[in-house]
């Protein structure tokens, strides 16, 4: 036990246990108040960093599946830096990146997805309509759901 002053240092005492009260009311608002200058302001501040991302954007999807060294962010950054602050240039360009992995992963997934039905519908073809083959893959139920795949 720590000691101090040549005295023992007692245990303190746990207070009760008790519940939080639910919250009374509080109300957060997510919109601004602005006057028509600052809403003009936003709009066009907007406008510009929303047009040089979508072409960083384009730009990123211009250089394609690479490697994350070989997909010229310092160089993109320091071309959007010009247009902006050097902060917005890398949230863009870290967003531009994010959305075209992104888009990358769904369209692998995609992909998949599609090979999978394909083989499906290969097997149930290869089997004749209301009957199961030895390996326990079924035909389609007539001629008719047949056709139709």
């Given at each position: 036990?720590?000691?101090?002053?040549g005295?023992?240092?007692?245990?303190r005492?746990?207070?009760?246990?008790?519940?939080?009260?639910a919250?009374?009311?509080?109300?957060?608002?997510?919109?601004?108040?602005?006057?028509?200058?600052?809403?003009?302001?936003?709009?066009?501040?907007g406008?510009?960093?929303?047009?040089?991302?979508?072409?960083?954007?384009a730009?990123?999807?211009?250089?394609?599946?690479?490697?994350?060294?070989?997909?010229?962010?310092?160089?993109?950054?320091?071309?959007?830096?010009?247009?902006?602050?050097?902060?917005?240039?890398?949230?863009?360009?870290?967003?531009?990146?994010?959305?075209?992995?992104?888009?990358?992963?769904?369209?692998?997934?995609?992909?998949a997805?599609?090979?999978?039905?394909?083989?499906?519908?290969?097997?149930?073809?290869?089997?004749?309509?209301g009957?199961?083959?030895?390996?326990?893959?079924?035909?389609?139920?007539?001629?008719?759901?047949?056709?139709?795949?």
């Amino acid at each position: 036990m720590a000691r101090r002053h040549g005295r023992r240092r007692e245990l303190r005492v746990l207070a009760a246990p008790f519940t939080v009260a639910a919250p009374s009311g509080a109300r957060i608002r997510d919109r601004l108040r602005l006057d028509a200058a600052d809403e003009k302001v936003l709009r066009l501040v907007g406008e510009h960093l929303g047009r040089h991302q979508r072409a960083d954007l384009a730009e990123r999807v211009g250089i394609g599946q690479v490697a994350g060294k070989d997909a010229r962010r310092a160089e993109r950054k320091k071309k959007l830096t010009a247009v902006s602050s050097s902060r917005w240039a890398g949230a863009m360009t870290r967003a531009s990146e994010d959305q075209y992995q992104l888009a990358m992963r769904c369209l692998f997934d995609e992909r998949a997805s599609l090979r999978r039905a394909i083989g499906t519908i290969s097997r149930r073809l290869a089997v004749s309509c209301g009957r199961r083959s030895k390996s326990g893959a079924r035909g389609y139920a007539d001629q008719s759901e047949r056709a139709h795949k």
